[in-house]
């Protein structure tokens, strides 16, 4: 089970953290990714981690901005947010994909949070 937290309100030029806590049982090896979903727009990939290695992978849109990490010992993925822009706006959720590939498709991730809402403001 995933459970993403952190997000709120914020002006341009802000920062956010969200977070994604797993759960009960995990494979040997997997990755997580953060996709989000603007109003009327389709899920976009934004980051990944490789688990295992802490092997990073960005989405153009938000590379230098955004920097995602892990904790191993809460078993939490971290997506560090800057310079936020009103384009960011969106419900940002994070997936699990069993295996040690990342992926940019959403559909080709195994487990999905409840995604948690970011509003970012002019």
């Known amino acids: 089970q995933l459970q993403a937290s952190g997000g709120g309100s914020v002006q341009a030029g802000g920062s956010l953290r969200l977070s994604c806590a797993a759960s009960?049982?995990?494979?040997?090896?997997?990755?997580v990714d953060w996709f989000r979903q603007a109003p009327g727009k389709e899920r976009e990939f934004v980051a990944a981690?490789?688990?295992?290695?802490?092997?990073?992978y960005y989405a153009d849109s938000v590379k230098g901005r955004v920097s995602i990490s892990r904790d191993s010992a809460k078993n939490t993925v971290y997506l560090q947010m800057n310079s936020l822009k009103p384009e960011d706006t969106a419900v940002y959720f994070c997936?699990?994909?069993?295996?040690?590939?990342?992926?940019?498709?959403?559909?080709?991730?195994?487990?999905w949070g409840a995604g948690t809402l970011v509003t970012v403001s002019s």
């Open positions: 997936a699990y994909r069993i295996g040690n590939i990342i992926t940019t498709m959403a559909n080709l991730m195994n487990y």
């Open positions: 009960g049982r995990t494979a040997g090896s997997y990755t």
């Open positions: 981690i490789k688990w295992n290695d802490g092997n990073t």
